[in-house]
């Protein structure tokens, strides 16, 4: 599950997994830092695997994050972990079926339940 990956992420003591976990670490750092760059958001939430990351080195991911975009686009820009956790992508499918509804709730045509067979 992905609560015991980010057990084993965060426990993890093994000099080749940590290895590659730093490694993972500055390359989303960099895809980070290259899409504030390109897109100038005010907020990055990472959620899932990514918050694993981030909560083992969040200094490495900043300043990785840092060396790979422009000062204008990571100056005040905040990066924090989802408060949805690891049931992060199980809230967001569930989403999908919603999203007609929560696009135009005026527009949405309803059938009711005993109509549809």
Do not use: C, Y
């Not at 895809?31 to 990472?46: D, H």
């Amino acid at each position: 599950t992905d609560e015991e990956l980010e057990r084993e992420i965060l426990t993890a003591t093994n000099a080749k997994v940590l290895k590659v976990l730093h490694q993972q670490i500055t390359d989303l750092g960099r895809g980070v830092g290259a899409l504030a760059t390109v897109f100038n958001p005010q907020m990055v939430i990472l959620g899932g695997f990514l918050q694993s990351l981030f909560k083992l080195d969040s200094a490495a991911l900043l300043a990785s994050l840092r060396a790979n975009s422009l000062p204008s686009s990571h100056e005040g820009l905040i990066v924090r972990s989802s408060q949805l956790g690891t049931s992060a992508v199980l809230i967001g499918a569930a989403e999908l079926a919603w999203a007609s509804l929560l696009e135009s709730p005026a527009g949405t045509e309803l059938i009711p339940l005993d109509a549809q067979g």
